[in-house]
């Protein structure tokens, strides 16, 4: 049977059988299978998010802006066991967001107490020098607010931007050589290095989505 990575078509308990190997990753999508209430492209980009970013970033709390289920707060904090708690917060949680928890946490009982997913406002969230920041797909400026918020107390952040046509970011003067989604995360980086940052960048595979620009920075 085919299995379409970017399909938006939801994960139950018939994808089953795709993940039924001793692998994390296939763990772990087998928690989400049993929740019924993930797209199929979002486990996926969840998983490159989270592993990619863990491989550079270890240890602190990680908090997911935007986080939408959290799935990739949970990720984080299941690839790392040495890190520290995990707070999700998002505007508007659904309300499958504590079942997917829920089946994540019988296979990974730490995640009960670790891992808080809450409704609020990025703005209000109360952030560490020390925490690991991440955001998938904060449409448009609201990626721009992740980084200001992470900048602010100098921490580490990643973020996988999409909806670079919502408007809120300045022109950047480069889209004359760049189309502007592009020009746009490429003043982000800007953004971060003259903040006094170290900048990695890289794409996620882009058969899982083509907002795949995965935009990484921490201060040394
Ligand atoms: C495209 S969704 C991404 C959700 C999730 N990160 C994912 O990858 O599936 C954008 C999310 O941003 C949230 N959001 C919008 N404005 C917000 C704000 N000011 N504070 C917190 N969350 C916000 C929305 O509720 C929505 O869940």
């Given at each position: ?55 550079r ?43 997917l ?45 992740v980084?200001e ?15 670079h ?16 989604a ?21 794409h996620?595979?882009?058969?899982i ?12």
């Amino acid at each position: 049977m085919r299995h379409d990575i970017h399909s938006r078509k939801r994960l139950g308990l018939g994808t089953l059988p795709h993940f039924s190997s001793d692998s994390l990753f296939d763990r772990i999508a087998r928690a989400v299978c049993q929740a019924e209430c993930l797209p199929r492209k979002e486990l996926y980009e969840s998983w490159e998010v989270a592993r990619r970013t863990r491989r550079r970033f270890k240890g602190g709390r990680t908090v997911d802006l935007a986080c939408g289920h959290g799935l990739v707060a949970q990720m984080m904090t299941i690839i790392d066991k040495t890190s520290g708690s995990a707070l999700g917060v998002d505007l508007v949680v659904p309300p499958s967001a504590a079942r997917l928890h829920a089946r994540l946490s019988e296979t990974w009982p730490f995640l009960a107490e670790r891992v808080q997913i809450e409704s609020g406002e990025i703005e209000a969230v109360e952030l560490l020098p020390t925490d690991v920041i991440v955001s998938t797909h904060a449409c448009g400026p609201l990626t721009d607010l992740v980084l200001e918020r992470a900048m602010s107390v100098g921490a580490r952040v990643a973020v996988l931007p999409c909806c670079h046509a919502h408007g809120g970011s300045e022109p950047t003067g480069l889209e004359g050589w760049l189309d502007r989604a592009l020009a746009i995360d490429v003043e982000r980086a800007e953004r971060l290095r003259r903040a006094g940052y170290t900048v990695y960048t890289q794409h996620i595979p882009e058969e899982i989505t083509p907002k795949n620009r995965l935009l990484m920075a921490e201060l040394e």
